[in-house]
């Protein structure tokens, strides 16, 4: 034997040649088999693609973080324009109530809801209990002078009271 074919090995017969050859596992109706493994042994890589693989796969890895903070300061960028906008329009909306400070009707207003300032002789009148009547509540029967003493369990009171607090709702104001 040679030196060259010493290490070789004969390659294995393509699929083509098994469906001919009447080698089981070859196409029988007409359907091709592809055979995976006469696919791979077919690529040949160079030791250039090998770099360009590598260096691929090395600018991959590196690059993957860099975006990702990239992707991250735009949308802190983002947030902070938002910010910047909302705080313009707050500065916006107090120019205009320091302009409206400027107006003497209005300071003259607001001191008189605010601090119920009134000119010389005029009269206000403050109104405490301003409830329609309908929300007043009804006069109570006049209180007995006699005591009486209810036949009641304070017991069995307590623990539907308390088991009647554990499922009612809390009304909320809509304000």
């Not at 590196?62 to 975006?67: E, M, T, Y």
């Not at 903070?69 to 705080?87: H, N, P, T």
């Not at 509540?137 to 307590?158: C, F, H, I, K, Y």
């Amino acid at each position: 034997m040679t030196r060259e074919g010493a290490g070789r090995t004969a390659p294995a017969p393509s699929s083509r040649a098994r469906a001919q050859s009447g080698v089981p596992g070859a196409s029988s109706r007409g359907s091709r088999r592809v055979d995976v493994r006469d696919w791979v042994g077919g690529i040949r890589l160079s030791a250039f693609t090998g770099i360009m693989l590598g260096l691929v796969v090395l600018a991959a890895f590196v690059l993957v973080p860099s975006v990702g903070i990239y992707l991250d300061q735009r949308q802190q960028v983002a947030a902070l324009e938002r910010a910047v906008s909302l705080g313009k329009d707050e500065v916006a909306a107090l120019e205009a109530e320091r302009e409206r400070w400027t107006d003497p009707a209005y300071i003259t207003s607001q001191a008189r809801e605010r601090l119920y300032y009134v000119k010389p002789g005029e009269v206000v009148y403050l109104v405490d209990d301003d409830l329609p009547a309908s929300a007043i509540p009804a006069e109570q029967a006049a209180v007995s002078d006699e005591v009486e003493e209810t036949r009641n369990d304070w017991m069995s009171q307590l623990l539907r009271s308390v088991a009647g607090a554990g499922v009612s709702q809390t009304a909320t104001s809509t304000e």
